[in-house]
């Protein structure tokens, strides 16, 4: 298992956009639910959205409707477009993936996180 590499982030306005993209390396043997989270400065990491095994996005309320989240063709990629951005979207924001399968497929596994900043 390879750690989640993040990339896509900025510094942009308000309502502007950004693209965040994570991908990674997994074992053959493995399959994995991937997700985004954020943490502010000061707060604790918080759920932003996810693609569920059977394909259904889900986000938190204080990003749905201006955040889509997709899985790329190529296999163990994520991707989070965020658009209308505010300024309290401001954060680290951080790919995790979770093996599922076989027994052995456990764990969460965190990427270094790519940083968001939001001016107004």
């Known amino acids: 298992q390879v750690q989640p590499v993040e990339s896509g982030g900025g510094s942009v306005q308000a309502g502007g956009s950004l693209r965040l993209s994570c991908a990674f390396v997994g074992s053959t043997y493995c399959r994995y639910d991937m997700s985004w989270y954020r943490q502010a400065p000061g707060q604790e990491r918080e759920f932003v959205s996810r693609i569920d095994r059977d394909g259904t996005p889900t986000y938190a309320d204080s990003v749905r409707g201006r955040f889509t989240v997709s899985r790329g063709n190529a296999e163990n990629t994520l991707y989070l477009q965020m658009n209308s951005l505010k300024p309290e979207d401001t954060a680290m924001y951080y790919c995790?993936?979770?093996?599922?399968?076989?027994?052995?497929?456990?764990?969460?596994?965190w990427g270094q996180g790519t940083q968001v900043t939001v001016s107004s």
């Open positions: 995790k993936s979770t093996p599922y399968g076989m027994p052995y497929c456990r764990g969460d596994y």
